[in-house]
């Protein structure tokens, strides 16, 4: 089964160490990804503006960091920018997305500049306001919308072609969105509301403007948005309950994978990407026809990547 996974903070964790890419005791490298067939892995370049001071260049060393260690392994891994790429990519389809808005630093060129870099995703915000809108981390923010910025951005990326995601968005943000964007958009990472009631979740009607739009939103691993026990476990019957969730209210294609792996701190039952087998054998006993994982795993996601990237 080919996978896509819309989100792993792995770079994160690479970044001030020696670690490499090829090979490490983080959840994702590309031996792993060879073992989990993976198609395209979009990773994240998230900026923790609380200890960054200057977002902008951070995340251009990031940039750079990850560019270096693609380049070490040209063999087996390559960025890519829109589908042709990636179909027609005999390696690993390496993909890029920005995860925090502020590193923009509210000035529109920064988001051409990035996208002339290759960056194709853009989490809008992370857990903190920035000069696009709220996060949903917090209670008070829940109705607030995006700001005179952030409609700018979401123009800005409609034209250029980039996909727009409102994982950590405030649910006023995220109808804002929903009402402005032209082209379908995506959470990265987010599950069910209804299931477990943490506001980093969609409601089943924002799961069903997703499906409207064409989107898709990428199942997390991080036990947090599983479940409400205390153990910081993520079982594979969680995941389940969401996904068969999920697509009772949205339809089958609106779901996608988003592990989080490398930015939870969960104990995954799924321990890192190469055991994304299990997932199958979970769906098939759940009578998950292999349609249909197939369109979990890869072609929701590649469907919305070939109608939004140029
Ligand atoms: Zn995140």
Redesign the pocket.
């Given at each position: 089964m080919r996978l896509v996974d819309l989100?792993c903070?792995t770079m994160d964790l690479l970044m001030g160490n020696d670690k490499k890419l090829y090979e490490n005791n983080l959840c994702v490298d590309i031996k792993k990804l060879k073992k989990a067939n993976s198609l395209a892995q979009i990773f994240?370049l998230?900026v923790d503006t609380k200890d960054i001071k200057n977002p902008y260049d951070y995340c251009i060393s990031m940039y750079e960091r990850f560019l270096g260690e693609l380049n070490k392994n040209s063999n087996d891994i390559s960025l890519a920018t829109n589908y042709n790429e990636i179909i027609n990519n005999n390696k690993i389809s390496a993909l890029l997305s920005i995860?925090e808005g502020a590193v923009l630093e509210g000035d529109i060129k920064n988001l051409e500049k990035f996208y002339d870099l290759g960056v194709r995703f853009l989490?809008l915000t992370?857990n903190y306001e920035n000069e696009i809108g709220y996060p949903n981390c917090f209670e008070e923010f829940k109705d607030k919308g995006l700001e005179k910025f952030g409609f700018e951005v979401i123009e800005k990326m409609n034209d250029l072609g980039m996909i727009i995601d409102v994982?950590?968005l405030s649910d006023g943000g995220f109808y804002d969105v929903y009402n402005n964007s032209k082209k379908p958009f995506i959470a990265?990472?987010s599950n069910s509301r209804t299931v477990t009631n943490h506001s980093r979740n969609l409601t089943d009607d924002m799961i069903r403007c997703l499906g409207n739009s064409g989107g898709v939103t990428g199942i997390n691993f991080c036990n947090y948005f599983l479940n409400d026990r205390d153990d910081s476990n993520s079982t594979l019957e969680d995941i389940i309950k969401h996904i068969k969730h999920i697509v009772n209210v949205g339809g089958i294609e609106v779901l996608s994978i988003g592990t989080?792996f490398d930015?939870i701190l969960s104990t995954v039952e799924i321990k890192d990407i190469s055991e994304m087998d299990k997932l199958v054998s979970s769906l098939k006993k759940n009578d998950f026809k292999e349609s249909e994982i197939e369109k979990i795993f890869s072609k929701n996601a590649l469907r919305v990547i070939k109608e939004v990237l140029k």
């Open positions: 989100h903070d994240a998230f995860e989490t992370w994982s950590h990265t990472h989080d930015g």
